[in-house]
């Protein structure tokens, strides 16, 4: 079964490709990874890899705080271990992360539509990310929209944009492969669904990712009614995370 600490790493190595397509200055130090630049809009400046090296990692944050790197900026802690509220923080969200074993049957659609496709080509990730994004028009697609995800991330063979096609995306997931030495993982993130019907589509995203990197552990992080539904598909709770995010 994928730990929380494999789950953590492989979003830090997510966050990272992320952040330094966006040419952002970013760094794996002690016991957390972190990106000295303004992170693009839902990513952290920080994202702790340990439920140790919390001196390290609070003198890490320090750091960026008397950077001067604008706000509002979020740390992603990964094990709750932190109490971030002394130096400015609040709450944001909390949520589980979550895995799945290579040799679980999903419990609901173990099946790969044959619709879902990999992105290759900077205009299908415009269309990808317009449908991620909520411009589901084809107009609004073509017009100028702040980019989130730099073609450059289709260069790497790890990070796979997955989309779900019926001449228009209908249905999206990202998914991307890290390898933490000891254990070797796939991250899903970035999942949208189509307002009615997603839960089969939700099945056939995670299965797409599946197929993609076959035989591998499955980590993400969910909460509220999208924790549940993942629950019903076969992926286990294997720990809390919280998001703090500066007041300023």
């Given at each position: 079964?994928?730990?929380?600490?494999?789950?953590?790493?492989?979003?830090?190595?997510?966050?990272?490709?992320?952040?330094?397509?966006?040419?952002?200055?970013?760094?794996?130090?002690?016991?957390?990874?972190?990106?000295?630049?303004?992170?693009?809009?839902?990513?952290?400046?920080?994202?702790?890899?340990?439920?140790?090296?919390?001196?390290?990692?609070?003198?890490?944050?320090?750091?960026?705080?008397?950077?001067?790197?604008?706000?509002?900026?979020?740390?992603?802690?990964?094990?709750?271990?932190?109490?971030?509220?002394?130096?400015?923080?609040d709450?944001?969200?909390?949520?589980?992360?979550?895995?799945?074993r290579?040799?679980?049957?999903?419990?609901?659609?173990?099946?790969?539509?044959?619709?879902?496709k990999?992105?290759?080509?900077?205009?299908?990730?415009?269309?990808?990310?317009?449908?991620?994004?909520?411009?589901?028009?084809?107009?609004?697609?073509?017009?100028?929209?702040?980019?989130?995800?730099?073609?450059?991330?289709?260069?790497?063979?790890?990070?796979?944009?997955?989309?779900?096609?019926?001449?228009?995306?209908?249905?999206?997931?990202?998914?991307?492969?890290?390898?933490?030495?000891?254990?070797?993982?796939?991250?899903?993130?970035?999942?949208?669904?189509?307002?009615?019907?997603?839960?089969?589509?939700?099945?056939?995203?995670?299965?797409?990712?599946?197929?993609?990197?076959?035989?591998?552990?499955?980590?993400?992080?969910?909460?509220?009614?999208?924790?549940?539904?993942?629950?019903?598909?076969?992926?286990?709770?294997?720990?809390?995370?919280r998001v703090?995010v500066?007041?300023?």
């Amino acid at each position: 079964m994928p730990t929380s600490v494999a789950a953590a790493l492989n979003n830090g190595t997510w966050c990272d490709a992320v952040c330094r397509a966006h040419g952002g200055e970013t760094a794996f130090v002690e016991g957390m990874w972190i990106n000295r630049d303004p992170s693009p809009p839902f990513y952290p400046n920080a994202v702790t890899l340990g439920p140790r090296d919390m001196t390290s990692q609070l003198r890490s944050i320090q750091d960026l705080l008397d950077s001067g790197l604008p706000t509002p900026w979020s740390v992603k802690d990964s094990f709750c271990a932190l109490d971030l509220a002394p130096l400015g923080f609040d709450v944001l969200f909390e949520a589980q992360w979550i895995g799945l074993r290579p040799e679980e049957t999903l419990l609901v659609h173990d099946r790969l539509g044959s619709r879902w496709k990999r992105v290759a080509s900077e205009s299908e990730l415009v269309m990808w990310e317009a449908a991620w994004s909520g411009q589901i028009d084809v107009a609004e697609a073509s017009a100028p929209m702040t980019r989130a995800f730099p073609p450059v991330l289709l260069q790497d063979p790890n990070v796979a944009f997955l989309a779900e096609r019926d001449g228009w995306v209908v249905a999206g997931i990202v998914a991307n492969r890290s390898n933490d030495l000891s254990s070797e993982v796939v991250g899903i993130s970035n999942l949208f669904l189509p307002a009615e019907g997603g839960e089969v589509h939700r099945a056939e995203a995670v299965a797409a990712a599946r197929a993609t990197f076959p035989g591998l552990p499955m980590v993400g992080y969910e909460r509220g009614a999208d924790l549940v539904h993942m629950q019903e598909l076969g992926f286990e709770v294997l720990g809390p995370l919280r998001v703090w995010v500066t007041k300023g």
